[in-house]
């Protein structure tokens, strides 16, 4: 149940090597909302520099800090965060990400309109990290059914655009450690478990990329993880298991043998829109 739908959290996590411009820009597109957050929580994941200190204590006011000793990581700096959290509604938003303003606005409605739903994603611009350019539109499944179809091959939500019930989250286990795909690992647990979901045809938030994010994407390392995953979905029995070799022949080609500049064609020429 939403006793009163607009009251909301927002969590974010910010760790040393985020730049202190942007934090200060993300948290900005937050607070401007046509819809303003009822509590916005920040996750401090191991020790920051002066700059970001100051960024954070500029906004003392409007965030409810939680600091982790040492560096853990995003699924365990978001699953310190959600516990945190007072609300039912949570949205999610990145250190480096700006919200359209009225991002928060749309998604209540959603809600409201359909109070059986556990997540509300929708679509992001990507944006020159510096300049600021639009890149592409990463779109994603709209209903129900087709976001559990396509997750059986690539994550169907944009991350930094959910909000979603805090107690489904909690039932599914919260968020776990899963280098570079804790939010993917914590939707195909949901889609274990039934839970409702849809992603709206809007633009929510516009999303700084940089040359390396494929970069990111690709080697063994981040290969084996695609793999373990694809091992969870096998033993979820999301997927069957022609379905996972196919997963693992696709995933090692895309990220282990694949050149950066293909990569780069692909990603952007046939993934994005």
Not at 180 to 192: K, N, S, T
């Amino acid at each position: 149940m939403l006793d009163n739908i607009y009251n909301f959290s927002v969590l974010m996590s910010v760790y040393e090597k985020d730049n202190p411009l942007w934090l200060k820009e993300a948290i900005e597109s937050v607070i401007n909302q046509t819809i303003k957050p009822s509590q916005i929580v920040l996750v401090i994941d191991g020790h920051i520099d002066e700059e970001l200190e100051d960024v954070i204590s500029s906004f003392t006011d409007k965030l409810d800090t939680f600091r982790l000793k040492k560096n853990s990581g995003l699924g365990i700096a978001l699953k310190k965060g959600l516990e945190i959290c007072k609300y039912q509604l949570v949205a999610r938003m990145d250190s480096d990400d700006i919200s359209l303003s009225n991002r928060f606005e749309l998604q209540l409605d959603i809600f409201k309109q359909n109070p059986d739903l556990s997540i509300v994603g929708g679509y992001i611009q990507e944006i020159d990290c510096n300049t600021k350019k639009n890149i592409a539109i990463r779109k994603v499944p709209l209903n129900d059914t087709k976001i559990k179809q396509f997750a059986k091959i690539r994550s169907p939500f944009n991350h930094v655009t959910v909000m979603f019930k805090k107690d489904d989250i909690l039932k599914t286990g919260n968020y776990q450690s899963f280098y570079c795909l804790e939010d993917y690992y914590l939707w195909i647990r949901m889609i274990a478990n039934n839970f409702k979901m849809i992603n709206i045809p809007q633009i929510l938030v516009n999303v700084r990329i940089d040359k390396q994010m494929f970069t990111r994407r690709s080697g063994y390392k981040y290969f084996l993880n695609n793999k373990n995953l694809s091992k969870e979905m096998l033993k979820l029995k999301i997927i069957n298991y022609p379905f996972y070799i196919f997963n693992i022949i696709i995933r090692f080609t895309t990220q282990v043998l694949m050149p950066n500049k293909l990569r780069e064609f692909f990603y952007r020429g046939i993934l994005r829109r």
